[in-house]
């Protein structure tokens, strides 16, 4: 009876075995195949799990895209880098497979992104002077809150990775930017002013910020990557204290700055930038500084990276245009193969458990040559077809 009893029991095990294994490999085989974009919702990547990679960016690369964010993990806490950077890839922008982390945060204390430092808003570009891809994100030290507003580079011969950690830069130490040179010799500001009175205003337009991190080089928050078509590149972030967009370029291998930058609506307190090319103009869009709470995007124009650029106010139209939808900009991707098709990538943040946070993709249109994002419940790419 005993053994009668272990041999039911240990069969049963087989079949419960079998059977899982069976379901197991049924599921993979009928992972949900996505052919529209539903913002807002849990976004199931092939595994069919919910996409990890927020804040992220994307670069075509042979025929397929690769989508860079930060790994995020669940509860309070859940925004410091405790994996890293991953990437997805995909071959229609609707199905994403995981490719696993590309950039792992360090078990080495010693290392400036070992676990628990900050490693947000990654962007991949390709440099093909030297056949690497160079990875760029804002690094946040461990255990110092926001305060050392640096920004982190790696490269790796794999567009997936591996990358190899290069370091990380406070940008173009001991330079003015462009509209600054020849203005700075002597200049003084008074050390009492008041935040947000007429006096600092003034102060923080004519540098106060740009001198104080002069010889430290200057803040780099929110980031993100251009490549324009001549092969130039440059690293766009929120600087002085948030206040002042800077658009630096990089140098010749796209793991350095060569020092000349610009800077974008002083004391405008713009951070998530996202720009893109069209027709020969280039375009901004941009959050308001409310941490994970959104708030009204920017957009702006100008006919050369370097200005000036011209104000183009609110892109987005209906409920909640106030508040981007509930979103906050990271990347504006060209769609390839299509005229005029670009997304605009946006993260609804999750602070209390970021790893739900959700992703706000939307097709950009353009009215009188600006931009205009309007709400979709579902899209696809046939739109840009219309
Ligand atoms: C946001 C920023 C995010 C993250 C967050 C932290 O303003 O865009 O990337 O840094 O603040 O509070």
Same mark, same amino acid.
Request: hydrophobic share 35%; charged share 20%.
């Given at each position: 009876?005993?053994?009668?009893?272990?041999?039911?029991?240990?069969?049963?095990?087989?079949?419960?075995?079998?059977?899982?294994?069976?379901?197991?490999?049924?599921?993979?085989? $009928?992972?949900?195949?996505?052919?529209?974009?539903?913002?807002?919702?849990?976004?199931?990547?092939?595994?069919?799990?919910?996409?990890?990679?927020?804040?992220?960016?994307?670069?075509?690369?042979?025929?397929?895209?690769?989508?860079?964010?930060?790994?995020?993990?669940?509860? @309070?806490?859940?925004?410091?880098?405790?994996?890293?950077?991953?990437?997805?890839?995909?071959?229609?922008?609707?199905?994403?497979?995981?490719?696993?982390?590309?950039?792992?945060?360090?078990?080495?204390?010693?290392?400036?992104?070992?676990?628990?430092?900050?490693?947000? @808003?990654?962007?991949?570009?390709?440099?093909?002077?030297?056949?690497?891809?160079?990875?760029?994100?804002?690094?946040?030290?461990?255990?110092?809150?926001?305060?050392?507003?640096?920004?982190?580079?790696?490269?790796?011969?794999?567009?997936?990775?591996?990358?190899?950690?290069?370091?990380?830069?406070?940008?173009?130490?001991?330079?003015?930017?462009?509209?600054?040179?020849?203005?700075?010799?002597?200049?003084?500001?008074?050390?009492?002013?008041?935040?947000?009175?007429?006096?600092?205003?003034?102060?923080?337009?004519?540098?106060?910020?740009?001198?104080?991190?002069?010889?430290?080089?200057?803040?780099?928050?929110?980031? $993100?990557?251009?490549?324009?078509?001549?092969?130039?590149?440059?690293?766009?972030?929120?600087?002085?204290?948030?206040?002042?967009?800077?658009?630096?370029?990089?140098?010749?291998?796209? $793991?350095?700055?060569?020092?000349?930058?610009?800077?974008?609506?002083?004391?405008?307190?713009?951070?998530?930038?996202?720009?893109?090319? @069209?027709?020969?103009?280039?375009?901004?869009?941009?959050?308001?500084?409310?941490?994970?709470?959104?708030?009204?995007?920017?957009?702006?124009?100008?006919?050369?990276?370097?200005?000036?650029?011209?104000?183009?106010?609110?892109?987005?139209?209906?409920?909640?245009?106030?508040? $981007?939808?509930?979103?906050?900009?990271?990347?504006?991707?060209?769609?390839?193969?299509?005229?005029?098709?670009?997304?605009?990538?946006?993260?609804?943040? @999750?602070?209390?458990?970021?790893?739900?946070?959700?992703?706000?993709?939307?097709?950009?249109?353009?009215?009188?040559?600006?931009?205009?994002?309007?709400?979709?419940?579902?899209?696809?790419?046939?739109?840009?077809?219309?």
């Amino acid at each position: 009876m005993r053994i009668n009893n272990r041999n039911f029991t240990f069969s049963t095990l087989l079949v419960i075995i079998a059977l899982s294994m069976g379901l197991c490999s049924c599921q993979s085989q $009928t992972a949900i195949m996505h052919s529209s974009f539903t913002p807002g919702e849990i976004w199931l990547d092939t595994d069919s799990v919910h996409i990890n990679a927020h804040g992220g960016g994307i670069i075509f690369d042979n025929g397929k895209y690769y989508w860079f964010g930060e790994h995020k993990t669940a509860g @309070r806490g859940g925004n410091s880098a405790l994996v890293g950077i991953g990437c997805y890839s995909s071959d229609d922008l609707y199905n994403w497979e995981n490719e696993g982390i590309a950039l792992a945060s360090a078990n080495d204390p010693d290392s400036e992104i070992v676990k628990g430092c900050v490693m947000e @808003r990654p962007k991949v570009i390709y440099n093909e002077k030297t056949d690497t891809y160079v990875l760029w994100f804002h690094l946040e030290l461990k255990g110092q809150g926001y305060a050392a507003a640096r920004t982190g580079v790696a490269t790796s011969k794999n567009v997936t990775g591996p990358y190899t950690y290069l370091g990380s830069h406070r940008p173009n130490a001991g330079h003015w930017s462009i509209e600054l040179q020849g203005k700075m010799d002597n200049k003084e500001f008074a050390s009492d002013l008041e935040w947000w009175t007429p006096d600092w205003r003034k102060a923080v337009n004519e540098g106060l910020f740009v001198k104080r991190d002069f010889e430290k080089g200057q803040m780099s928050r929110d980031m $993100t990557l251009f490549v324009d078509d001549d092969g130039k590149a440059y690293h766009i972030h929120s600087s002085e204290e948030n206040l002042t967009l800077h658009i630096s370029e990089l140098n010749d291998d796209y $793991t350095g700055f060569t020092g000349k930058y610009t800077r974008l609506f002083p004391g405008g307190h713009n951070e998530a930038p996202a720009i893109f090319k @069209r027709n020969g103009n280039y375009y901004l869009i941009a959050s308001g500084c409310t941490g994970w709470d959104p708030n009204a995007a920017r957009s702006a124009v100008a006919t050369s990276i370097w200005g000036p650029w011209e104000s183009l106010g609110n892109p987005c139209i209906g409920k909640d245009a106030e508040l $981007t939808f509930h979103s906050q900009s990271t990347y504006v991707l060209p769609v390839q193969g299509k005229k005029d098709a670009y997304i605009y990538m946006g993260d609804r943040w @999750r602070p209390r458990n970021p790893i739900d946070g959700r992703y706000i993709w939307l097709p950009i249109r353009f009215e009188n040559e600006k931009p205009v994002i309007e709400w979709h419940d579902e899209w696809d790419l046939n739109i840009f077809d219309n």
